[in-house]
């Protein structure tokens, strides 16, 4: 049996999954890829569970695609085939929100896992970029969380230049929510997640499917969704709850105990 390469830990209705592949630079292999896939299953699937926030060990957040297997030099893989766009796109489609907490470099496909996240903190030393043309490739499946998020101009040159910048120039182009220095990070991750789990689990779900959906649609369409939605949320259990919590001065019954 090979060791794991994913951890969870939950506390105070935070899954922190961490990427544990240091020596591949938790490249994006059939094991990681797996593995991961499995643990975010399991922290959606646990009401415990308010906020999930994806890490990692090691110099290096995520590597990309591992290119000894895309390559065909290794073995073939006897783990559960993951369909990347698959990964990719279930962030923005969970009902629970996502906080990146980037403690190294981040290229390509890992640049892809920091624009998926609901909210992106990336050590201001990290190295950053969009290195596929460089090994023969394209950034195709991770245009579709990145290009929403810059500026075209940005994109253009980045995408076709393939070079590494530092995260305070990601977080310039819209890519990421902060760059922040090593010793900031976990009290930015904590103040962001304390913010999180006030939100109401109903409130939150719908909020993600507002951010998803409302941008690809005509403003009739986008009214004609949203009216019934909005009317449904207020007539619901979290609405009477959130709103008797307001107006008796109390923390709401779905917040943490750690974090009143």
Not at 119 to 125: A, C, G
Not at 140 to 160: G, Y
Not at 203 to 228: G, S
């Amino acid at each position: 049996m090979t060791d794991p390469v994913v951890r969870s830990e939950i506390a105070g209705g935070v899954c922190t999954v961490t990427l544990d592949d240091p020596e591949r630079k938790n490249a994006l292999s059939a094991q990681l890829t797996s593995e991961l896939m499995d643990a975010l299953d399991a922290a959606e699937a646990d009401d415990a569970v308010r906020v999930i926030v994806l890490t990692n060990t090691g110099n290096t957040f995520c590597a990309g695609a591992n290119l000894s297997e895309r390559s065909g030099r290794s073995e073939a893989s006897s783990l559960r085939p993951v369909d990347p766009a698959e990964m990719f796109a279930r962030f923005g489609r969970s009902a629970k929100p996502y906080v990146g907490k980037i403690n190294g470099h981040c290229v390509a496909g890992g640049m892809g896992l920091a624009a998926a996240m609901d909210y992106s903190v990336v050590v201001d030393t990290a190295k950053m970029g969009f290195t596929e043309v460089r090994i023969g490739v394209a950034p195709a499946m991770i245009s579709v969380l990145c290009l929403p998020k810059m500026r075209a101009s940005d994109a253009r040159a980045a995408f076709l230049r393939g070079n590494r910048f530092l995260a305070p120039e990601a977080e310039r182009m819209g890519i990421i929510n902060r760059a922040a220095a090593a010793d900031e990070i976990d009290a930015i991750v904590d103040e962001v997640v304390g913010d999180l789990v006030k939100g109401s689990p109903a409130a939150l779900a719908a909020t993600k499917q507002l951010l998803a959906n409302v941008p690809n649609m005509t403003t009739d369409d986008a009214f004609a969704w949203t009216a019934p939605l909005s009317a449904d949320l207020f007539k619901g259990d979290d609405a009477r709850e959130g709103m008797g919590a307001f107006l008796e001065k109390r923390p709401a019954s779905w917040i943490p105990q750690e974090h009143h």
